[in-house]
């Protein structure tokens, strides 16, 4: 036998010596083998004009500790949509074996990418760039939102969804260059010729009424009940429009329908109603829209996100505010 060979035979025998001992100790030799890995489903599960819900469903979720998801949202035409990334996370399970991830901002008939991680344990389970596409407003000379009156698809001097239109002071029909109280139509020393503490005057007249004056009857400017029926009846988001524009899309949850309301300025955030503030004559009753981009609020992980701030608001009726009309 060659010295080799008497090597290699040493060799042969002292493994067969350590399988025996091991088998005889009872120790498994597929105790290294790894855990088998997660199923982890992400899907977008609801996507309109505005907004996005991305969910990952994972088998066994409910038992395991310390789950996270992260999406990465993204366009590739950064002028259209606003941004160029969207980064949103979430640890939160829902409905045993799921977590969703949601927001509200996105621009309206535009393509987006996303991908997405599950982290579970140190173990990251990563999908490809996947793609979903958005809605448009709902067009039309006036959208039935299914309430009491229907609702301009655009606002008085408008033609387009993102142009915030012709401003006027409350209860005057024609703009102009600079509006003051010493300028506005109905002052007088000491206080309003009309709309008043005496008259009762507390909603528009028609002849008042811009909208009115520039469509013709039956168009009209809402009252604070229809811009609260509006508000009550309707999912709204902090939305982007082209061109820069940001502002809110109300989608009527009863027939599914998008309006939009672009943000006039930082300066100007008034809708105005055709509803006088009764306990103070001086003021209109109006909806307050907030024109800025960088609103945000801060989420668990850290990430930060637009979030709407609109709210019922009362101005002065002398100062410059949007209109949007109504009709039956």
């Known amino acids: 036998m060659h010295g080799g060979e008497y090597i290699l035979l040493i060799m042969l025998q002292k493994k067969q010596l350590l399988l025996s001992f091991l088998l005889l100790a009872g120790v498994s030799l597929s105790c290294t083998r790894e855990e088998p890995k997660l199923k982890v489903n992400v899907q977008v599960e609801d996507v309109g004009c505005c907004h996005v819900r991305i969910s990952a469903t994972v088998d066994n979720l409910s038992k395991l ?38 927001t509200e901002i996105l621009s309206p008939n535009q ?58 002071a409350w209860g005057e029909t024609e703009p102009k260059e600079s509006y003051t109280n010493d300028n506005y ?21 028609p002849e008042d009424d ?29 939305a982007y429009y082209f061109g820069g524009v940001w ?10 329908n ?7 300025s930082l300066e100007i955030k008034t809708y105005w109603t055709a509803s006088l503030l009764s306990a103070s004559p001086n003021m209109s009753k109006s909806l307050g829209v907030v024109s800025s981009s960088l609103i945000y609020h801060k989420d668990e992980a ?16 002398y100062l410059r505010g949007a209109i949007r009309p109504v009709a039956p």
Not at 227 to 238: A, G, K, Q, V
Not at 247 to 256: D, K, L, N, P, W
Not at 258 to 264: D, H, L, M, R, V
């Open 65 to 102: 500790e310390q789950p996270f998801f992260y999406v990465v949202i993204y366009s590739e035409n950064i002028k259209s949509t606003g941004f160029s990334e969207l980064k949103l996370s979430t640890n939160k399970v829902v409905e045993g074996n799921k977590m969703i991830i949601e």
């Open 111 to 168: 393509n987006y990418y996303y991908t997405s991680r599950f982290i579970q344990n140190g173990v990251n389970y990563d999908t490809e760039k996947r793609h979903f596409a958005t809605g448009d407003f709902t067009h039309g000379e006036l959208i039935d939102m299914g309430l009491s009156v229907r609702w301009a698809s655009y606002n008085l001097g408008s033609s387009s969804f993102g142009d915030v239109g012709t401003l006027y």
């Open 185 to 205: 139509k109905w002052t007088i020393p000491g206080g309003y010729s009309k709309y008043n503490e005496t008259d009762g005057l507390t909603v528009l007249l």
């Open 210 to 238: 811009a909208a009115t004056a520039v469509l013709g009857a039956p168009w009209r400017m809402p009252t604070f009940e229809e811009i609260n029926e509006l508000r009550e009846n309707c999912n709204w988001s902090w």
């Open 247 to 256: 502002g809110f899309a109300a989608t009527s949850r009863i027939t599914g």
């Open 258 to 264: 998008t309006i939009y309301f672009p943000a006039p």
């Open 302 to 317: 850290g990430y930060y996100h637009g979030r709407p701030d609109l709210g019922y608001d009362r101005e002065y009726r």
